[in-house]
């Protein structure tokens, strides 16, 4: 089993629609978690952290359900500038490593 | 401003070659790491670095090593290229428990 696993997509959305993704996790001692954001042929960059208490920043919304080991991302009033492969990520507290998911293709359609 | 430096953004080498992938950053960051990102594999980490002179191995090191001498950077190198090697590497810089800063990529062909 992966240690992070992503639907792949591809998510083909409505411009002004809601979309949400999911991401499991397998190491119940994964302490950090986050979504990136990886625009085509460019690196990641950081999208929002997950807190356990869930975050919210603008349209985002992150949420953290550590008893099923699952992490979510919605996104509402999504806009065409929101198409980009959104990768959860899982940092294992004691290794400071960084494990990624395969990545969800998104395309917002105008 | 954050800055990690990859060497090069297209790298084209022969099979056998030896090859360095250097990446430079100027956060002053213990972690650094290196990452191959391929179609339907998503990222994958090759070796990380806690500190100078330190390395351990990611989740596919075979085939690569790497030198970290200084603080700053931390060279991933192909001792044998090999057609299988072909991808998108990236390196990243990581403080303790916070946000990750990758380098723009560096797409190497082997041919």
């Known amino acids: 089993r992966k240690e992070v696993e992503q639907d792949p997509g591809p998510f083909n959305v409505p411009e002004g629609a809601t979309v949400a993704f999911n991401c499991t996790y397998s190491n119940s001692a994964s302490q950090s978690f986050f979504w990136y954001r990886q625009d085509c042929r460019k690196e990641p960059k950081l999208l929002m952290s997950v807190y356990s208490s869930g975050n919210e920043d603008g349209r985002f919304t992150a949420q953290l359900n550590r008893a099923s080991q699952y992490i979510s991302l919605l996104i509402r009033d999504s806009k065409l500038s929101d198409s980009a492969t959104y990768l959860c990520?899982?940092?294992?507290?004691?290794?400071?490593?960084?494990?990624f998911g395969t990545g969800t293709r998104l395309t917002i359609i105008p | 401003d954050v800055k990690v430096t990859q060497s090069s953004r297209y790298l084209v080498k022969r099979t056998g070659e030896k090859v360095f992938l250097e990446c430079v950053q100027d956060m002053d960051h213990e972690n650094m790491f290196w990452y191959r990102q391929d179609p339907g594999l998503g990222l994958r980490l090759i070796y990380f670095?806690?500190?100078?002179?330190?390395?351990e191995k990611g989740d596919i090191p075979e085939g690569y090593s790497v030198s970290r001498e200084k603080k700053e950077r931390f060279s991933l190198i192909l001792e044998s290229a090999s057609t299988n090697q072909t991808s998108m590497y990236l390196c990243a810089t990581l403080k303790r428990v916070s946000e990750a800063f990758f380098g723009q990529g560096t797409r190497l062909t082997v041919v």
């Open positions: 990520v899982v940092n294992n507290f004691g290794n400071e490593k960084l494990t």
């Open positions: 670095s806690y500190d100078v002179k330190m390395k």
